[in-house]
């Protein structure tokens, strides 16, 4: 058994944080999790916190997927770009002996330009809101001491039973007026829930996994691929295409998210070691609906 570590969380009550948190602790490691109040506070308050940790875990951010009004886009860089600084600044303060010897922060796969296949070597990035968010967030961690370890996954579409996207898309698939989006040649890049917390228990176990990594499964599909195995799995037809016009008027330009994506290769994380449960989409999604 690996040592147990004792690990400050941020988003820890999210989504992905509850599952990472579960995971963590059946290998017998310590978790806690840091109020979000804090990362906005003065990094003295947030020094505290971190002061004597093993392992800092940032999942820190607001929902992506809504429109972005000027408040709301503020909401979404501050919740990633602020509070990161906030935490490079807090670790500063601390002593050497005090500090976390390694962070892992979740990212997006939202920093690559769209319609063109991306492993983490690539610098091709999109020029648009969400690619400015993710390119500050990361730079940030470049702040951080020479000693702490660092360990970045972009992550891409997450799929579980519980995550959004699965349940927002179960109810209308179920009544048989699912269906693609647009003409449906965009690419899904997904990764299941499971692979998700199982690469953040690696990062956390394995000093050596540092570095910047795609976390999204090998298997490269579009979104068209993507409705017809759900479809399949629930024996329903999929016959209904969602307009893209008619998520423009629901998301305004975050539609973008939904009708546009780039193709994500994990060649470094494999090539690093990690090995996915779930390589292929028939496979995670057999797995989601059972």
Request: no cysteine.
């Amino acid at each position: 058994m690996k040592q147990a570590m004792k690990i400050k969380m941020t988003g820890a009550s999210g989504y992905l944080g509850k599952i990472i948190t579960g995971e963590l602790q059946k290998k017998g490691h310590r978790v806690s999790a840091i109020n979000r109040k804090l990362l906005y506070e003065p990094p003295e308050n947030l020094a505290k916190k971190l002061e004597g940790t093993d392992v800092l875990i940032n999942l820190a951010g607001a929902p992506v997927l809504q429109r972005w009004t000027k408040k709301n886009k503020q909401e979404i860089y501050n919740s990633r770009v602020i509070t990161s600084q906030n935490l490079v600044k807090a670790i500063q303060i601390l002593f050497p002996e005090q500090r976390p010897n390694k962070l892992i922060s979740a990212s997006a796969i939202g920093i690559y330009a769209s319609g063109k296949t991306h492993s983490e070597d690539s610098k091709e990035y999109d020029t648009g809101f969400l690619g400015e968010v993710v390119k500050d967030w990361e730079a940030v961690w470049s702040g951080l001491p020479n000693e702490i370890l660092s360990t970045v996954f972009r992550i891409a579409v997450v799929l579980g039973k519980e995550s959004a996207v699965i349940q927002k898309l179960l109810v209308p698939f179920r009544m048989g007026i699912g269906g693609k989006i647009g003409n449906g040649k965009q690419p899904f890049p997904f990764v299941h829930e499971t692979d998700v917390a199982r690469a953040f228990v690696w990062a956390v176990e394995n000093k050596n996994t540092t570095g910047t990594f795609n976390l999204a499964a090998p298997e490269q599909i579009t979104n068209a691929r993507f409705t017809h195995i759900l479809s399949k799995k629930l024996k329903r037809p999929a016959f209904i295409p969602i307009p893209k016009l008619g998520l423009q008027l629901l998301y305004g330009r975050a539609a973008v998210m939904l009708t546009e994506s780039p193709a994500v290769v994990p060649h470094h994380l494999m090539e690093a070691g990690f090995s996915f449960t779930f390589e292929k989409i028939e496979d995670a999604l057999e797995e989601i609906l059972t």
